[in-house]
Nanobody, 121 residues
Framework: QVQLVESGGGSVQAGGSLRLSCAASRYPSSTYCMGWFRQAPGKERERVADIYRDGSSAYGDSVKGRFTISEDTAKNTLYLQMNSLKPEDTATYYC???????????????WGQGTQVTVSS
């Protein structure tokens, strides 16, 4: 079993920044991917960003150019640097891990408990 624990959420004004962290107890496979998803009230969980063993990363259209995903594999920790935050970024953010792909919720094998991010205008 893989346990994922997020931290770093909070409240910030529009234009501000936050950094989320996710500590993993272990990685699910040698080809694993990790990512961030978010879910606002009344909306479906959506992809934010994901990172792969070949060093590549990808982002959802709504966060491109503002968010950066990174990881420290020595510490089993995933990060999400969020800059130029907007009120529409308000959501619960979930850390996720998959054995191969992390594009969609169906591909995710493990989820964190979520951390709340609130952006005020």
């Amino acid at each position: 079993q893989v346990q994922l624990v997020e931290s770093g959420g909070g409240s910030v004004q529009a234009g501000g920044s936050l950094r989320l962290s996710c500590a993993a107890s272990r990685y699910p496979s040698s080809t694993y991917c990790m990512g961030w998803f978010r879910q606002a009230p009344g909306k479906e969980r959506e992809r934010v960003a994901d990172i792969y063993r070949d060093g590549s990363s990808a982002y959802g259209d709504s966060v491109k150019g503002r968010f950066t995903i990174s990881e420290d594999t020595a510490k089993n920790t995933l990060y999400l640097q969020m800059n130029s935050l907007k009120p529409e970024d308000t959501a619960t953010y979930y850390c996720a891990a998959g054995r191969l792909y992390c594009y969609t919720t169906a591909q995710i094998d493990y989820w964190g408990q979520g951390t709340q991010v609130t952006v005020s205008s």
